[in-house]
């Protein structure tokens, strides 16, 4: 008995040993396929150019897994063949996919991997994204003509020429300079060319260098280089004198001036020369509005300006109204003895204003609406002022008729800098009551103080008979599209009756399929035959079919609520067309019609039949020509290009379905969008920008030869802060030097406590004075001259280096460097997000930084999400023609090509005039913009109205036709809206 229990016994243990040695499939290591990047976009690209990227593959999980291989769901991308291979744990392979742009139009499709990843389907495919977006190439050059004006025989002279690619692409650019005088002019972007990225602006320097008196003219030739591109041709002129006069600044800018209140500048005249000028005083010259006034103006014995003397004058604006006043022009009558000619001209430039703070609409009107049901519009709180505000105490307070309701409980609300805000209200009438009136006033705290605003708000209540409408479609189809393309399809429901109908809650339904969306459209009513169209989007992200709900409410006792049932397939295959949407932008009916294509694809191994090609929707306004014969066959590997025309018939929004009917199934479709114009104008609207900040950081050089180019910075640094002063700007300044350790071999000790080698951090480290310059600094002026004597104790420049120390890890966001014994010697503060960055050198040596321009380049732009818009580098530097500048220790080659590629102002260190050089870097630095591109091209350009803030301005900007833009002669004030109104034109959409 006991034997029978100790066999029992083993054999019960053996079965739990053996259970035990098999792990159960819960706990078995699993294999994850992990791509990257999350969506490969390879944005523009120029019709016709193949452009590379890589996907990489990755093995996150514990067990190996086997790629079989990846192909595309669109004919254009094109994945590089490979063998299958097997991925272990941890393992990574790039794979390589190309694109190439066969038409204009945005495409986007999917990269599908084959593979037994664990965490892939049943289906063993793993999908990506992919997409891109064909366009073509375009150059602007903003100005026609420079003038260097009166520039002193054996002088330099440099002025800017700005180039931008308005293009989605990147564009080849070459400058040339020919005329009678060529050999005058010069810029070291003549010769080879450079390239433009998308957007780029690149701001060319152009120099006079008279050697005969009189004047001089040339032409400037900036050219894309394609064939057939017709060059922007640029006047070049200047005259060259005998003598120099300063006069600074030479355009006096009060900025926004509240009405009633008054506003004064100074005018410095100086002789810079080594004879006495003759000088009658200043006077305002005839056709000046009385906004401006001649403060004080004095004389001077004999009437004669001695060798270095100096006068002030002093200015004043006063404006009566709101609004940019005419600029002005101040007469200097200083000249050469026994001269006539007409001494310089300062201008004077100003605008009447109020308060930064608005409301918009000043009327806020809901129109009709019927009784039991209500509307919502909005109220927006537009914060132009350069610091935050806060909105509170939103009173309702109703006049008659109807309620009017505050959407979301009063609150104190704050408006950053430059932004807005929003306040919904909602109309509900009251029966019989007719119409309603209410007011919505505000308290607006901006830091100065408190302000009121107040907005009228209307409603009627009204109403309504049936409403008779028809939808057409009744059912929306969008028929097979690749996963990860878009198709827009339009809903339009049309009042039929006689009589008005009310419409609102236009949307796509909640608990449709997320593949379907659109913009919700707000209330509005309908006249007998208008139509309300609502645009649907289906984009697909998988293999699918997908299904929605698009709905409205009208004014009907059984009909009120509209429904219309929406179906799409993601649907991959060896069959495709592209683009999927074709947007033609909106079109006045007087002008020609617009074209583009369609390509279709087939891919298969085989043909393709085509048994139908239609155009549903808003037909009448489409047409297609040109591909295959329908019905007919597509032959394997081949591709059919069909031209889409549109000539809108009427006014409005026109959006139809170009359905290509397969003899496997279900169609595809493109979708067609349009608009016809009746008007013959339109009205472009911005808002300059209402915060102007910018962060400036001057790399000095501190080596030996330096002395007099720091003397002569310090002593001329007002000329660069003018410019931030009368545009206003909250800035930040700081310097640092060249040298990166101590120096103490030259006999001659640097001071501000590192011995010349701050490293990156600002000068100077001891904190004997402030390290950041802002507007509320104390004496800002002497700070910043002080901040720029950093000694001349080093001997190894390298500039570029320290500038990258300074706005890199650990400084740039530490106080205090902890590696040194100074107390709070980081740089933490300086640097802004939302800020302009500036970055100006200034040395008679080459820089011999360790690593390539390119880095530092990229290093900058890193800093602001590759914004080109908001870097700069400019350079005082040593020139390329060292035989012009005796005094350089060496051309700053290195400099200067960083100050290129970011589009900055590059000055000689030897410069005549330190006040001029700083002041142009001063206007690249703090200048805002001046020029606003309008959305189409004007059919008359002497049509073009333009207001600013309301106010009607007739004088002081330009339409500059090779930019389609108007360009202020003077920036317009931070934070206005300015508004152009122009006959639209036949040259459709420039965007």
Known sequence: MLGMRGSCLATCLFAVLVAGCERPSSQRASSHLGLSPEKLEFGLSAVGITRTKTVRLSNQGRAPLLVRGVSATLPNVRVVPFEPFELPSGGEREVEVHFTADVEGTVEGQLEVLTDADNVGREGVAALGVGGQGVRASLVVLVRALDFGNVETGHLEVRELVVRNDSLVDSPVRLSISGPDADAFGSGAVGAPFSLRPGEQRRLSLSFLPERLGAAEAEAHVRVECAGCEPFVVKLSGTGIASRLEVTPLRVDFGRVAVGSTAEERVTVRNLGSEPLAYGGVKLLEGARGDFHLVSAPTLPGEVLAPGARVEVRVSFSPTSRGVVPAALLEVDARPLGSTRPGPKVSLVGEGGSGCVELQPRLLDFGAVPEGLSATRDVRAFNRCREDVLVSEQKLTPRKGGYFLLAQAPASLPIPAGQSLTLPITFMPRAG???????????????????????????????????????????????RVPPGSEVTLGVGLRNVGSTECYVAGMRVAEGSDAAFSAEPMPPRVLAPGERALLRVRFKPESAELFSGLAEAWVHHPSRGHVRVSLRGEGARGCFSVQPTRLDFGALRLSCGPRKREVVLYNDCAGPTRLVGLGLEGDASDFQVSGGPSVPGELAPGSRATLEVTYAPQGGGDDIAALRFELATGAPFSVGLEGRGLLQDEKTDTFTQSARNAVDVLFVVDNSGSMMDEQRRLGQNLAAFLSQAAASDVDYHIAVTTTGLTRSLEMGTLCPGGADGGENGRFFPVDGASPRIITPATPEAASVFAHNTNVGVCHWNEQGLEAMYRALSDPLVHQGDDPGTPWPRDGNAGFLRQDARLAIITVTDEEDFSPRDVGFYETFLLGLKGN???????????GPEDLGSCPSASGTGSRYLALARATGGVVESICTPN????????????????????????????????????????????VYDARSHAVVFSLAPAPGVTVEITYPVGCQGSLR
């Open 433 to 479: 009551a007719g119409a309603g009136e209410a007011e919505l006033s505000v308290k607006l705290l901006d830091g100065r103080g408190t302000s009121a605003e107040v907005v009228r708000l209307v409603g009627e209540g009204r109403v309504f008979p049936p409403c008779q409408y028809a939808l057409a479609p009744e059912e929306v189809s969008f028929g």
């Open 914 to 957: 330190w006040a001029e050089s700083l002041a142009r870097l001063s206007e690249s630095t703090f200048e805002v913009q001046r020029s606003f591109p309008l959305s189409e091209t004007p059919s008359d350009a002497s049509r073009i109205r333009v207001r600013v803030d309301g106010v009607a301005v007739t004088q002081g900007w």
């Open 867 to 877: 914004d080109r818009s908001q870097v700069v580098f400019s350079a005082i530097a």
